[in-house]
């Protein structure tokens, strides 16, 4: 299976429009691949509270049309990203979409856990409340985004309901670089998955982002990291050694204080 992270650079003086066309033509040369991953919150920038109300959109709004062509032009699985979504009833939400190679929607998930303590995004936006797994040919995937990686029992509850293969889509501070690397390996190894993780690069709102996207396998081994700057990450890996290590090393099996098995929402 090939897939590519697409570590796209937020730069405050590009508009939204243009990156949302900027981010189509980088899906569009990935023609060939079998998955598409994007970071989180690319069309405004994750750490830009200040325009989320602004740039805020329905689920079917403009970077959901643009992303659906993107997905059916190059026919590609998309993992979009994610954007700031305004619901029905006005609440905002930070939202991912996933689009089969025909660019029909596949699954929408709103991230669980906000992250601010007590400002930003975790006073701004409100918290979904259903796990997203995703089902393509090769793989099943499970859909998390930047602050749930530090939640590992969000994980283990993707991997109950099929995931093999967990998507983080982020916007990681450079500060804390050293925790993206750490925690995306340990999600893969205590949950015998692998682990694409994909961030931005730039710097929105004063804040450095670290890039450094990543591909970890089951056994917790680096296929692939990008640097810091934009750029598209592409690895090939073996959808089949999620179970063959599960088989081999059968940990997943001796666990006596699971969680109950979640829903999932689609």
């Known amino acids: 299976m090939r897939a590519s992270l697409i570590q796209i650079a937020v730069d405050p003086d590009e508009s939204v429009n243009s990156r949302r066309q900027r981010a189509a033509s980088l899906i569009a040369a990935q023609r060939g691949?079998?998955?598409v991953v994007l970071p989180?919150?690319?069309?405004?920038?994750?750490?830009?509270?200040?325009?989320?109300?602004?740039e805020a959109e329905p689920l079917q709004g403009p970077t959901h049309d643009i992303m659906s062509k993107a997905a059916a032009d190059a026919g590609v699985w998309l993992h979009a990203g994610s954007f700031v979504e305004r619901a029905a009833d006005g609440t905002l939400y930070n939202t991912t979409l996933a689009f089969t190679p025909e660019g029909e929607r596949a699954a929408a998930y709103r991230k669980i856990h906000r992250f601010g303590f007590d400002k930003g995004e975790a006073v701004m936006m409100g918290a979904g409340e259903e796990l997203v797994t995703v089902a393509l040919p090769q793989t099943t995937l499970g859909l998390a985004t930047c602050y749930d990686l530090r939640f590992p029992e969000m994980f283990r509850g993707l991997v109950?309901?099929?995931?093999?293969?967990?998507?983080?889509?982020?916007?990681?501070?450079?500060?804390?670089?050293?925790?993206?690397?750490?925690?995306a390996r340990a999600r893969a190894v205590e949950n015998q998955s692998y682990v694409l993780a994909v961030g931005t690069a730039g710097t929105h709102a004063g804040i450095q982002q670290a890039g450094?996207?990543?591909?970890?396998d089951p056994w917790g081994e680096v296929l692939a990291e990008a640097g810091a700057d934009e750029e598209v990450l592409t690895v090939e890996f073996d959808p089949s050694k999620v179970a063959a290590t599960r088989e081999q090393f059968p940990a997943l099996k001796d666990r006596r204080l699971g969680l109950a098995r979640p829903e999932t929402g689609k």
């Open 40 to 54: 989180e919150l690319w069309p405004v920038g994750a750490f830009a509270y200040t325009a989320f109300a602004d």
């Open 212 to 216: 450094h996207s990543i591909v970890v």
């Open 160 to 183: 109950d309901a099929g995931a093999e293969t967990l998507i983080v889509a982020a916007g990681w501070p450079e500060r804390r670089r050293a925790h993206w690397t750490l925690l």
């Open 33 to 35: 691949a079998d998955l």
